[in-house]
C-alpha cells in the first residue's frame, strides 16, 4: 500500500475468492505438480498445496453471508433461491440467475418486499474471528477479509434483472434511489457485526460490486456520481473506521476518478481484456493513487498462450505495474478448466526467477 519495491511484487495465485481456480484446473495442476491424496481445502476453495507450491502470499477469511428472512432455499440439486430471493441454476461450473424477483416491481412492491434480515450467526463469526486469529499469528501471510454482502449495483441487477434496473437508473431515479437506501441499511448493519471481529486480524478487506463490463461501464460517470457514489462512499468509509481495513474494488478506466474519490485504495481485479485498462495506461495515470491487483489475462492470454509467452508477460507486468510498487500480481479472475497447468507453472517458475 506504501508503493514500495521490493525483490518482486506480492503474488496471490488462489490466495481469495476473486484469484481462484477451478475445481479442474486444480485437478490437472495437482497431477502435473504430482501432488496426491485429498485436496487440504481453503477458504478460497484452493488446495492449500497449491497455495504454498506458488508461493501465494495471501489467505483469506470470511466470505458472503446467507442472511436469515425465509427466501434461501434449495430447489434441487442445480437450482436454488438466495436470501435476496433470486434464483440461480447451475449451468457448467457457475450459478446463472434464472428469476428475478423485483422484475417490473412497483414502489409499493419494493416497500412490501420481505428483505433479509441483516444477521449474521454468532457461531459463524466465531470461527472466522478464531481463523483469522489463527493466520494473524502465524506472520507468513497477509490475512484478507473477504466481504460479507453484496453490492448495491449487482444486486439492483440480478433482483430487477440487469435490462430494468439500468433502465430505471436512466429513467426512474426515485425508485433506485429508494432501492439503494434499503440495501444500504442492509449493508451497514451487516459490516457493523463483522469488521470489528475480523478486523483486528485482517490486513485489507475485498469488497464486492460490479461497475463494468467488456466494453464499457455499466453506467456512465454522471451517474454514478449521482446515485451510486454516494452510497459506496458511506460503506468504505465505514468499513475503514470499523476494521482499519483497505478496500478492493473491481471497475474500469473512466470511473475510476470517482470511484477513488468514494475511498477505494485498490483495484481488483484489473482485467486487461477489457476496453480502456491498458496497463502502461493505468499505471501512469492512476499509479501514486491506487494498487493493482490482478491483470494477468485469464479470459484470453492465459488459456491460449505458450509457456514462454506467460515467461515474457510475466515479466512485462512486473516492469509495468510493479515499478515504484503499488502491484498484486494475481490472475485477473478466476481461473478455468481451459488454463493449462503448464502455463500456471511457467507464471510462477518466472516469478521465482525474478525474486
Known amino acids: 500500500m506504501a508503493h514500495h519495491s521490493g525483490d518482486r511484487p506480492p503474488l496471490d495465485i488462489g490466495g481469495t475468492s476473486l484469484t481462484s481456480m477451478s475445481a479442474g484446473c486444480q485437478a490437472a495442476l495437482r497431477d502435473r505438480l504430482g501432488l496426491r ?6 477458504n478460497s476453495g484452493v488446495d492449500e498445496r497449491i497455495l504454498e507450491w506458488a508461493g501465494t502470499d495471501f489467505r483469506s477469511v470470511g466470505g458472503i453471508v446467507d442472511l436469515p428472512g425465509g427466501h434461501t432455499r434449495q430447489l434441487s440439486p442445480t437450482a436454488m433461491v ?6 440461480r441454476d447451475l449451468v457448467g461450473a457457475y450459478w446463472e440467475i434464472t428469476r428475478c424477483p ?21 457461531a459463524l463469526l466465531d470461527q472466522w474471528r478464531d481463523r483469522a486469529r489463527e493466520l494473524h499469528a502465524e506472520k507468513r501471510y497477509v490475512v484478507v477479509a473477504e466481504h460479507p454482502i453484496y453490492g448495491i449495483l449487482e444486486l439492483g441487477c440480478w433482483m430487477c ?5 439500468l433502465m430505471r437508473i436512466a429513467a426512474d431515479p426515485d425508485f433506485v434511489r429508494a432501492f439503494f437506501d434499503k440495501v444500504l441499511a442492509i449493508q451497514m448493519q451487516v459490516i457493523e457485526q463483522y469488521y470489528p471481529v475480523l478486523g483486528p486480524s485482517v490486513d485489507l478487506t475485498t469488497s464486492g460490486d460490479d461497475f463494468g463490463m467488456q466494453t464499457s461501464p455499466l453506467v456512465s460517470p454522471q451517474q454514478f456520481e449521482r446515485l451510486v457514489a454516494p452510497y459506496l462512499s458511506a460503506r468504505i468509509a465505514r468499513t475503514k473506521e470499523l476494521g482499519r481495513c483497505w478496500y478492493s474494488c473491481g471497475s474500469i478506466t473512466a ?7 468514494c475511498g477505494v485504495d485498490i483495484l481488483n481485479p484489473v482485467q486487461t481484456s477489457a476496453a480502456g485498462m491498458d496497463p502502461a495506461d493505468l499505471k501512469a495515470r492512476f499509479g501514486d493513487r491506487l494498487v493493482f491487483w490482478g491483470a494477468v489475462d485469464v479470459q484470453e492470454f492465459l488459456p491460449r498462450a505458450a509457456p514462454q509467452q506467460v515467461r515474457g508477460r510475466v515479466g512485462e507486468l512486473v516492469e509495468i505495474l510493479g515499478r515504484d510498487g503499488g502491484y498484486v500480481m494475481a ?8 488454463v493449462p497447468p503448464e502455463n500456471i507453472i511457467a507464471w510462477v517458475e518466472a516469478v521465482r526467477k525474478a525474486d
Open 37 to 42: 491424496g485429498r485436496p487440504d481445502a481453503t
Open 82 to 87: 438466495d436470501c435476496w430471493g433470486v434464483r
Open 102 to 122: 423485483l422484475r417490473e416491481a412497483s414502489m409499493e412492491d419494493l416497500r412490501s418486499f420481505r428483505w433479509p434480515e441483516p444477521r449474521i450467526d454468532d
Open 161 to 165: 434483472g440487469y435490462e430494468d434496473f
Open 255 to 261: 470511473l475510476l476518478d470517482r470511484i477513488l474519490a
Open 331 to 338: 490472475p485477473a479472475h478466476n481461473m478455468q478448466d481451459d
